[in-house]
T-cell receptor, first 113, second 115 residues
Framework: GNSVTQMEGPVTLSEEAFLTINCTYT??????LFWYVQYPGEGLQLLLK?????DKGSNKGFEATYRKETTSFHLEKGSVQVSDSAVYFC????????????FGPGTRLSVLP | EAQVTQNPRYLITVTGKKLTVTCSQN?????MSWYRQDPGLGLRQIYY???????DKGDVPEGYKVSRKEKRNFPLILESPSPNQTSLYFC??????????????FGEGSWLTVV
């Protein structure tokens, strides 16, 4: 079946530290991959996405590259800020299979000043 | 402004008292879905709808009903709520196009407590 695995955390970093949140997936076909972010008390918002192998999604200093050979979509940021504290969800949507999204369990990130 | 609107945002109710959480989107999306979010379990899909009058079960449909009589609305119905349905609920919508790159949009969430 289709599934998404990500490090559950919590992850605690100091401001300006380098961030990596690992995400791997299992899927048939060629899914699109997404990172969503949930700030405290809010709904999920799209952070970035990639629709095919070797695509790099980027937004707000975050990046993730669609690696088909390792079935991974790791999220990175070179220098985190306190305002990046949130829960991050990796997700996939299968190609031509309706709009069925599969989400990972989420990774809570806390950035300390 | 494009948005998914859920109501109520916060609700405390008693076991067995029927309730409905409404969801409305203004983006003309064909696809709508309900998720619940629980600590350590992430987001789990309850029901989804590909279009008007087309609904299907997600991963955790037990105890819930939905309907899709209009394109913009997708209410979640708890006929007889129980304490294990205490959770944070999200409605989401998306276009139902060819290919796989369409983005899904989420409402702000509804905190439901069943006592």
């Amino acid at each position: 079946g289709n599934s998404v695995t990500q490090m559950e955390g919590p992850v605690t970093l100091s401001e300006e530290a380098f961030l990596t949140i690992n995400c791997t997936y299992t899927a048939t076909g060629y899914p699109s991959l997404f990172w969503y972010v949930q700030y405290p008390g809010e709904g999920l918002q799209l952070l970035l996405k990639a629709t095919k192998a070797d695509d790099k999604g980027s937004n707000k200093g975050f990046e993730a590259t669609y690696r088909k050979e390792t079935t991974s979509f790791h999220l990175e940021k070179g220098s985190v800020q306190v305002s990046d504290s949130a829960v991050y969800f990796c997700a996939l949507k299968r190609a031509n299979y309706g709009q069925n999204f599969v989400f990972g369990p989420g990774t809570r990130l806390s950035v300390l000043p | 402004e494009a948005q998914v609107t859920q109501n109520p945002r916060y609700l405390i109710t008693v076991t067995g008292k029927k309730l409905t959480v409404t969801c409305s989107q203004n983006m003309n999306h064909e696809y709508m879905s309900w998720y619940r979010q629980d600590p350590g379990l992430g987001l789990r899909q309850i029901y989804y709808s590909m279009n008007v009058e087309v609904t299907d079960k997600g991963d955790v449909p037990e105890g819930y009903k939905v309907s899709r009589k209009e394109k913009r609305n997708f209410p979640l119905i708890l006929e007889s709520p129980s304490p294990n349905q205490t959770s944070l609920y999200f409605c989401a919508s998306s276009f139902q196009g060819q290919g796989s790159g369409n983005t899904i949009y989420f409402g702000e969430g509804s905190w439901l407590t069943v006592v």
